[in-house]
């Protein structure tokens, strides 16, 4: 395997004029290896080609999907965990994989739901909002409950009460 410097020195005898013989007299670099690193474009490794494996999950994947949608029509502290979703797996569908990998898919579709209902709040310069409230302030020592108006530039987040 030959540097980076020793394979731009290859192609700049070749841009200069030599031939691949002479290149390969005055490198001491064998004329096939020469020949293909003239021709090569791009020196960057290949990635490895990851293959994906079918999961124990895949055939139960819509039947949580069911559960995790009817979830939604319910209170939140009455939604499925993790745990209750791969007991009712086991119990009602014949799941024989590991908890773990039921609580990392889960994990990705709660990901993608919390993904999907944030929005990124964009404030144009110049709109401001006005609150009115009352409160105690101390005045000269003494404890007085008095109204206020707040204004508030959403663009700066600067604020004058």
Same mark, same amino acid.
């Given at each position: 395997m030959y540097t980076m410097s020793q394979i731009n020195h290859i192609k700049d005898l070749s841009n200069c004029g030599y031939r691949i013989s002479e290149i390969s007299k005055k490198t001491g670099a064998d004329s096939k290896t020469i020949r293909k690193y003239l021709?090569?474009?791009?020196f960057s490794p290949v990635p490895p080609v990851v293959q994906a494996k079918p999961s124990k999950l895949d055939p139960f994947k819509p039947v949580i999907q069911e559960w995790l949608d009817e979830d @939604? %029509?319910?209170?939140?502290?009455q939604h499925h965990t993790a745990q209750r979703i791969y007991e009712r797996l086991v119990e009602e569908q014949g799941y024989t994989g590991s908890y773990s990998v039921v609580q990392r898919?889960? @994990? %990705?579709c709660r990901s993608v739901q919390t993904e999907q209902a944030n929005l990124e709040l964009v404030w144009d310069p110049g709109?401001?909002?006005v609150d009115f409230g009352e409160t105690d302030f101390y005045e000269s020592g003494k404890l007085i409950r008095k109204k206020y108006l707040t204004l508030s530039f959403r663009?700066?987040?600067d604020g004058y009460s």
């Open positions: 021709s090569q474009e791009d @939604k %029509k319910h209170w939140r502290k898919y889960l @994990k %990705k709109p401001a909002q663009y700066s987040n």
